[in-house]
């Protein structure tokens, strides 16, 4: 029986990858990719063609029709304003609303490889649900796009070293039109400390000037646009492949 990757209830819904009011914007029609790496080599690249449905069932009823349902309210006046220009800064409860929706959407795009093992655990699923809470050491940025009328996902695999006691990252970058998402994820081994701190090696840019961080929230409005912007599929790219395997920061 398949289980619900959210609550482990009996799957009995597809889910889409890609809510349909963003669809009927941007027409399916590019292919993703998802790639990984590690030690900073990379392990391969897999493409394929984006479909509209996850290709099995893999969420409850219960699931999509509720807080997922929810979720997707919540987020779509947001992505509307964005995409049509209209809104000028981002308040804290709407950069929550974008940072659960970012997280969730990272986590169901999983789904799209159900063979390989998924980065987001169980737990973590299950508490996205029960209390759309996003997991620890998780950085989640925004950033316009100009000449991208596509829908664009890609998935990063990057770890430090091989074996169990490694430090883990996984990145998924995600576009629509003139709207870019970014979400960082670190799972660090059980014996690390939290109160040690994990950074990542970013390459040169305006990156500063280019996105807004949405999580670890801020507590008050940000201003939007952002004074750069990702200029195409070159863009996203730049973005996607901005962040390098991570290291532990002992300082």
Avoid at 219 to 244: C, H, K, V
Wanted: net charge neutral; aromatic share 10%.
């Amino acid at each position: 029986m398949r289980t619900c990757m959210f609550c482990q209830e009996k799957a009995s819904s597809k889910e889409d990858i890609w809510p349909q009011w963003l669809t009927k914007r941007f027409p399916l029609s590019e292919a993703s990719h998802m790639e990984g790496e590690r030690g900073g080599h990379k392990l391969g690249t897999w493409q394929t063609k984006t479909p509209q449905l996850l290709p099995s069932k893999c969420v409850c009823g219960n699931c999509n029709n509720g807080w997922m349902s929810k979720l997707e309210s919540e987020m779509k006046p947001i992505v509307v304003s964005i995409l049509d220009e209209q809104l000028r800064a981002l308040d804290a409860s709407s950069q929550a609303v974008i940072a659960v929706w970012a997280i969730k959407t990272a986590m169901a795009l999983e789904a799209l490889y159900p063979k390989r093992m998924f980065f987001y655990s169980e737990n973590e699923r299950q508490n996205m649900r029960a209390v759309s809470a996003i997991p620890e050491r998780t950085s989640i940025w925004i950033a316009k796009c100009v000449n991208q009328p596509n829908i664009y996902s890609v998935g990063k695999d990057l770890r430090t070293a091989p074996g169990d006691n490694e430090v883990k990252a996984y990145v998924t970058t995600m576009a629509f039109g003139s709207l870019a998402l970014q979400v960082l994820s670190i799972r660090t081994p059980a014996s690390l400390p939290k109160e040690i701190s994990i950074t990542y090696d970013s390459r040169e840019g305006p990156w500063d000037k280019t996105f807004l961080r949405v999580w670890p929230l801020i507590p008050y409005s940000q201003q939007w646009p952002t004074n750069y912007g990702l200029d195409g599929e070159w863009g996203l790219e730049a973005l996607t492949e901005r962040l390098s395997p991570i290291i532990n920061d002992q300082g």
